[in-house]
């Protein structure tokens, strides 16, 4: 069984910069593509970026490309999204998934707040 634990989410204001992390235990998530979600308030959960097991592959929503970066660092189980120029509109829970021909395993969620 693997368990996604999220980190990094906060309050920041427009403009700013978070890198949120998502760490994988229990098992190895070497051998899958993992992708972060997004959840706002009455809006459904949405996909924001993926990478594939080996980072070598990128996928971004148009919402966020140029703005965001995924990666990942095996050794460590862990991937990341650091986030740029943050808007208000990028208010959300923030939830990383391990893909294992679907998305199967999910974390718990990080609040981003972006406010002035």
Known sequence: QVQLVESGGGLVQPGGSLRLSCE????????????WFRQAP???RG????????????????SVK??????????KNTVYLQ?????P???????C???AGV???WGQGTQVTVSS
């Open 24 to 35: 994988a235990t229990g098992r190895t998530v070497t051998n899958y593509a993992m992708g």
């Open 42 to 44: 009455g809006k459904e």
């Open 47 to 62: 996909l924001l970026a993926s990478i594939s097991w080996s980072g070598g592959s990128t996928n971004y929503a148009n």
């Open 66 to 75: 140029g703005r965001f970066n995924i990666s990942r660092d095996n050794a």
């Open 83 to 87: 986030m740029n120029n943050l808007k």
């Open 89 to 95: 509109e990028d208010t959300a829970i923030y939830y």
């Open 97 to 99: 998934a391990a893909n």
């Open 103 to 105: 998305w199967k395993y």
